[in-house]
């Protein structure tokens, strides 16, 4: 392993976008994407399973109907002042690698590798998890509508596909972008159908849930916090477009204007959601329900409930794909940087694509299958991934005093950075008092980075039987996985 190279140097861009020019010896990336592109992006990455999933889990933590719309309303509201910091940041720090680049430039080596670390063992293998229970979930939830479902089924079944979107990231990958067409389209048919039929039936005059919103909500601070979490799972994406940076057309103007335009639609959207679920659901009926949209489509659907199961399944399987997809290059890349063992950064000989790493994250994923309750998952990969976007934006302030003179043609008051890091370290704190197990075993596999970090990278001189072990595990990996580094 080696030192982190320059995240915007000519080599570290290979591989990340195949369309590269070469532009006075330098190879630059094309700036395809207008305004429309922008949004389509932030839309397509926030809309996803988690509008299926969390309002269960903040259900559970607030109990009360009114203190759940609050909940994501104040989720959407906090997305938009964290978007605003990252609009500053990308355009004063233009880098690929999003929050790697941003919490690199302000703090250095080893706080980037911890976000690298965390991102691929935590965050990006919980999320998928998450995913795959999902589309497992709400599969099977049709054929057992009056019981509870068989145990261990929805694990097989998640497990089961991992596995298999695993193999065809690594067999095929225009087979793999080619489907996200029509999973986009369910993901947004899901969504819709959920928000006409809810209107519809409030429109009925069935407005009798929303009587006295607020009796019986919690007032537990640990309890708020966790509901938290859980709206923001849903919202998360909202930062990545910043991976586009580079591509995106005249960015200083661009970036904000789709942040202004797709968060609030998306917070009006999960709104909306939310309004229809509670209009025909209760509370205890959202807790009881492994499956929120398919209990919600048996209610007023009658014969034609099948459509939002099938919708969501296909949605959560589209959405785990493209991030198993994304995913696997991140790791990729810190490999190549020499954040990781070389061999993950091998590629393919017949496909080009990650083979090491798709394996690598699908061993983490299947483990963090070990549990079924998707609301602990979701709390155990947000704790830690808004620690981490707590550092980029604290890295912003950073900035602001260690260099007042950097070019930030996006500047936004300081009073938007200062409130949203003060938000998050509330959000951070509350958590250890509900959910210590969870806060604990984050934060140690976060810190077990810090020895990795001073063993992989900081350590030159590493003795002869070791580098003969990684090279001997580097060769059985070119092997096993026909796969070479890049040229």
Not at 207 to 225: I, M, R
Not at 380 to 393: A, K, P, R
Request: charged fraction near 15%; include cysteine.
């Amino acid at each position: 392993m080696s030192t982190i190279k320059d995240l915007n140097s000519p080599t570290e861009m290979k591989l990340i976008n195949s369309t590269e020019e070469e532009d006075d010896g330098k190879v630059r990336m094309k700036k395809e994407l207008g305004l429309l592109e922008g949004v389509a992006i932030i839309l397509g990455i926030i809309l996803g399973s988690g509008i299926f999933i969390s309002p269960k889990g903040i259900t559970e933590e607030v109990d009360a109907l009114g203190t759940s719309l609050a909940v994501w309303v104040v989720c959407g509201l906090l997305s938009m002042i964290g978007a605003l910091c990252y609009a500053e940041l990308g355009t004063s720090i233009p880098k690929s690698g999003g929050d790697y680049a941003y919490i690199y430039e302000a703090f250095g080596n080893l706080p980037s590798f911890l976000y690298l670390w965390a991102a691929n063992l935590i965050f990006v293998p919980t999320t998928n998890a998450i995913m795959a229970l999902t589309f497992a979930k709400y599969v099977i939830q049709p054929f057992f509508p009056d019981c509870d479902i068989p145990k261990h089924s929805d694990t097989l079944i998640a497990a089961s596909t991992l596995c298999f979107l695993t193999f065809l990231n690594g067999y095929n990958v225009k087979a793999t972008t080619r489907l996200q067409n029509v999973f986009m389209f369910c993901k947004i048919g899901a969504v819709v159908l959920v928000i006409l039929v809810g209107i519809t039936w409030m429109g009925m005059g069935h407005l009798e849930n929303f009587a006295n919103p607020f009796d019986g909500g919690t007032t537990n601070p640990g309890k708020l916090a966790k509901a938290f979490y859980s709206g923001i799972f849903s919202y998360s994406g909202w930062n990545y477009l910043n991976f586009m940076t580079e591509e995106l057309q005249n960015p200083y103007v661009n970036l904000p204007r789709a942040i202004f335009i797709s968060i609030p639609l998306v917070t009006l959207v999960y709104v909306l959601a939310n309004m229809s679920y509670l209009s025909v659901l209760t509370p205890d009926l959202m807790k009881a329900s492994d499956a929120i949209a398919v209990t919600f489509g048996n209610k007023l659907l009658g014969k034609g409930a099948w459509t939002i199961p099938v919708l969501v399944a296909i949605s959560a399987f589209g959405g785990l794909s493209v991030h198993i997809m994304t995913s696997s290059r991140m790791l990729f890349v810190g490999a190549r940087n020499g954040h990781f063992p070389a061999m993950l950064a091998h590629l393919n000989l017949k496909t080009l694509s990650p083979v090491p790493s798709l394996l690598f994250l699908n061993l983490l994923s299947l483990l963090m299958l070990c549990t079924s309750d998707i609301q602990s998952l979701i709390t155990y990969c947000t704790i830690v991934e808004s620690f981490f976007v707590t550092l980029s934006v604290s890295g912003l302030l950073y900035l602001r005093w260690k260099q007042p003179n950097m070019q930030r043609p996006i500047k936004i008051h300081l009073i938007v950075p200062v409130t949203f890091v003060i938000i998050c370290i509330f959000l951070l704190i509350l958590p250890c008092v509900e959910a210590p197990y969870v806060v604990g075993i984050g934060t140690l596999i976060t810190l077990s980075g810090i020895p990795a970090y001073y063993a992989g990278v900081f350590w030159k001189n590493k003795p002869k039987w070791f580098r003969e072990m990684m090279k001997t595990l580097t060769e059985l990996c070119q092997r096993v996985c026909f796969s070479s580094h890049e040229d």
